[in-house]
């Protein structure tokens, strides 16, 4: 992105090793309307199907093994603790979860590939590349089908996550409920690897902001910014 961005890891635990400063694009846009249904996160649920007559009945599509998770807190060895893969986190209410990608296990700095800290839900994309997955109050991480669909909601509750576009949330223009500061964080990806250039577009906002998540962005972050609603 060749636009000058302001920086919006200042709310990380520490500093990624692509650099502190990421490409905000400032997204200005009519006043729209509200709402509170919470979206529906994963994989459409499938029915079970009826047996054929004379026939065995054919186990439910939920009954088949789940890939693998990763559990609790700690430090994970990828390719052995943490398979590569696209996870998400069971979610927490507050920003007590921290997630961290790196490259070794100097716990250095500049050995860090990508980094969080997340109220809600979280995505991250782990590769093959990587050495070491570390996790903190975000709960247990479960493998994601990266071509699963859903049935994606039009309203956003809470005070932050991650939402993948077209299974959590549908495309379209969003408002959110406003917040009295600048602590309102948005951010659309089109990835899950958390790096300075899987940022399509961000911004801080202070009060309400309005964005147009587009049908091919991946993922929709937003941080300390209220409830948003469809508005178009």
Partial sequence: MSQQKRNWFARHKVLTAAGAVVAVVVIGAAVGGGGDTEPTTGAKQRQEQPAKQGGEK???EDAEKKGPTIGGDGDFEVGSDAKPGLYRS????????????AKNASADTDSIL???????TAYVEIKATDKLFKSSGCGTWETVDAKAKGTPGTTLK???GMFKVGVDIAPG???????????????RAKDATHGTDSILANDNVTGTA????SASDAYFKSSGCGDWAKTG
């Fill in 173 to 187: 223009t969003y408002k959110s409920t406003g917040n009295k500061d600048a602590e309102c964080y948005w951010e």
């Fill in 90 to 101: 069971t979610g927490n209410e507050d920003a007590g979860c921290y997630w961290e990608r």
């Fill in 114 to 120: 990508a980094n969080d800290n997340v109220t809600g």
């Fill in 210 to 213: 309005i964005v147009k998540v």
């Fill in 158 to 160: 809470g005070d932050g």
């Fill in 58 to 60: 054919k186990a439910p």
